[in-house]
Structures are given as structure tokens and as C-alpha cells.
T-cell receptor
């Protein structure tokens, strides 16, 4: 079974600064997908960024980028130019890329989450 | 707004009550999911429905009974719950089979069992 670990229960950053959230995972699969989700106080989980394991290039979405180290099974999220609206709980998640009889879609394994506080 | 609506937003129930959670998606998706988010624990997948058929039951106790009458609606019927079932219940949907599909989540129902 896959596991996802976020070792930072809480992080804080000053507005306009950069912060990195850590995530490690354990899997024996070679084909998988990694995600970062954001959950603001509204409770709605919002996809921030996605990385396919077969891609060597790190994914980027505007101010959000990842550092994907496949051999180390590490998947950190970097938020540049932090904004007050970035304050939320951030979850790292794993999904198998292998269909096993049915499909693996939607079967996400989540980490425990990191609460990010942004100070003005 | 992600196009996935959950009601009620909050629910308090006693252990002998029967209640239902409702989820509706307006995205034309074919797959719908229930996730449970407990305090200090990672989100856990409970059920998966694809084209109204249940394709995954992640060892969920029978006091949770899902229903998917069509691809746009998903219910979670609750009966004789325990206090440890108190949690945020999140519904999600996706287009369906495909390795690049993206999950869209609702805002959840915060359930308290007294």
C-alpha cells in the first residue's frame, strides 16, 4: 500500500516571501501521479498542481512549482510571492497510474496536511 | 465554486437518528466519490461510483449506505452512527476513466454525532 507523509503540521510565511512544503511518499509502483491540494476555510479542496511520475520536468502553475525527486520519493511544493489568499491547509496526494481490474481514478492517498499561515 | 454542491453544510445527529447527505454535480461527470476527513487524520476514500455503479467500497461499516441514482447525484445514508464517525464528509466527481482526470470537490458536510 502507498503512504504519503507530510512532516510539517504547520508552516508560516511572510507575504511576498517564498515557502516550501514537504512531502514524501512510499510506493513500489513506477507509474503514478502526485498532487497538491489546497483546502481553505471554505473547506473546498482545490487542485493546486499535478505531476506525472514519468515526466522528469517539474510541474509549475504560476507561483506554484514542485521539486519532484523520484528516486528520493520526495515531492515538495514551492509557493513564490506568497499572498494572503494562499493561507490554507495543503495536502499532498498520490494516485496510482495502473488500472487494476477497474480503474484507479479518484483513489487518492492523502498526507496529513500542512497548515500554511501567511503573515501580512 | 467547483460545480459540486453538498447539503447540508452542517449536521448534528444522535446515535439513533437516520439522516442523509446529498451531493450534486453540475459538470457532466461520470464518476462520483465519498471521502471522509477526520481531525488529525488523512482523507480516506469511502466509496466510488462510475456510471451509477459502485466500483469501490473501502471497507466502510454498513451504517454508511451510499446511493447513486444517476451520474449527477450521490447520497450517503447514515444510521446508528458512533461518535467517532464525526468528521467532514467530502464528495467529489471526475470525468471518469482516464489517467489525466481531475477531481472536483464539494465543500463538505461537517457531521457531529452526539
Amino acid at each position: 500500500a502507498q503512504t504519503v507523509t507530510q512532516s510539517q503540521p504547520e508552516m508560516s510565511v511572510q507575504e511576498a516571501e517564498t515557502v516550501t512544503l514537504s512531502c514524501t511518499y512510499d510506493t513500489s509502483e513506477s507509474d503514478y501521479y502526485l498532487f497538491w491540494y489546497k483546502q481553505p476555510p471554505s473547506r473546498q479542496m482545490i487542485l493546486v498542481i499535478r505531476q506525472e511520475a514519468y515526466k522528469q520536468q517539474n510541474a509549475t502553475e504560476n507561483r506554484f512549482s514542485v521539486n519532484f525527486q523520484k528516486a528520493a520519493k520526495s515531492f515538495s511544493l514551492k509557493i513564490s510571492d506568497s499572498q494572503l489568499g494562499d493561507a490554507a491547509m495543503y495536502f499532498c496526494a498520490y494516485r496510482s497510474g495502473v488500472n487494476a481490474g477497474g480503474t484507479s481514478y479518484g483513489k487518492l492517498t492523502f498526507g496529513q496536511g500542512t497548515i500554511l499561515t501567511v503573515h501580512p | 465554486e467547483t460545480g459540486v454542491t453538498q447539503t447540508p453544510r452542517h449536521l448534528v445527529m444522535g446515535m439513533t437518528n437516520k439522516k442523509s447527505l446529498k451531493c450534486e454535480q453540475h459538470l457532466g461527470h461520470n464518476a462520483m466519490y465519498w471521502y471522509k476527513q477526520s481531525a488529525k487524520k488523512p482523507l480516506e476514500l469511502m466509496f466510488v461510483y462510475n456510471f451509477k455503479e459502485q466500483t469501490e467500497n473501502n471497507s466502510v461499516p454498513s451504517r454508511f449506505s451510499p446511493e447513486c441514482p444517476n451520474s449527477s447525484h450521490l447520497f450517503l445514508h447514515l444510521h446508528t452512527l458512533q461518535p467517532e464517525d464525526s468528521a467532514l464528509y467530502l464528495c467529489a466527481s471526475s470525468q471518469g476513466p482516464g489517467l489525466r482526470e481531475k477531481l472536483f470537490f464539494g465543500s463538505g458536510t461537517q457531521l457531529s454525532v452526539l
